[in-house]
């Protein structure tokens, strides 16, 4: 099992260039997540899914779009970027909380640069 | 809104050393508090507590929840320098809220 992945590792942008980032898991996780995690502020909530098909907003959803037309696929695009961006992007899964568990399995990150 | 906090915000210790990490949690209709360790990548989980008194341990860590005072504390006996990481603690809510929120978390350094 590789978990949880992400694409790319890394990727510098210009300010109003668009790009998307890409998690898949192969854990058969209905749920997934996008946090992005910035100096001092931790983990904050950016979309998340329930389900193939679904989404919602979390904390800080502005300047983000996602979709989850596979449910072991969760993208996250930025349509047009701002500096205010920069930061590491980190897709997590877990299980439905019908299976009693809230364990989030994370993937390794993508540290995206905005100039 | 749901909140999370954890202290202290860094701590520094030498090696051998215990030490005690706390969370304190106002999670509406709270379920579960869970314990991730961060080095330099991704968050790995540690521990997921959802009844208050009962310690969960994992070698030299461990952790209990206090459903009545809304905290939790992390233990880490005779540390060593593989311990030193970001501890990060999150709150979960009953179902129709699927979301964590989590903890700025603990900055441990553990010195040789």
């Known amino acids: 099992n590789a978990g949880v992945t992400q694409t790319p590792k890394f990727r510098v942008l210009k300010t109003g260039q668009s790009m998307t980032l890409l998690c898949a898991q192969d854990?058969?996780?209905?749920?997934m997540y996008w946090y992005r995690q910035d100096p001092g502020m931790g983990l904050r909530l950016i979309h998340y899914s329930v389900g193939e098909g679904t989404t919602a907003k979390g904390e800080v959803p502005d300047g983000y779009n996602v979709s989850r037309l596979k449910k072991q696929n969760f993208l996250l695009g930025l349509e047009s970027a701002a500096p205010s961006q920069t930061s590491v992007y980190f897709c997590?899964?877990?299980?439905?909380?019908?299976?009693?568990?809230?364990?989030?399995?994370f993937g390794p990150g993508t540290r995206l640069t905005v100039l | 809104e749901d909140k999370v906090v954890q202290s202290p915000l860094s701590l520094v210790v030498h090696e051998g050393d215990t030490v005690t990490l706390n969370c304190s949690y106002e999670v509406t209709n709270f379920r579960s508090l869970l314990w991730y360790k961060q080095e330099k990548k991704a968050p790995t989980f540690l521990f997921m507590l959802?009844?208050?008194?009962i310690e969960k341990k994992s070698g030299r860590l461990s952790s209990i929840l206090d459903k009545k005072e809304l905290f939790s504390i992390l233990n880490i006996t005779a540390t060593q320098t593989g311990d030193s990481a970001v501890y990060l603690c999150?709150?979960?809510?009953?179902?129709?809220?699927?979301?964590?929120?989590f903890g700025t978390g603990t900055r441990l350094t553990i010195i040789p």
């Open positions: 959802t009844s208050s008194g």
């Open positions: 999150a709150g979960g809510a009953n179902f129709g809220n699927e979301k964590l929120t």
């Open positions: 854990m058969n996780h209905e749920y």
């Open positions: 997590a899964s877990s299980y439905s909380r019908t299976k009693k568990t809230d364990t989030q399995y």
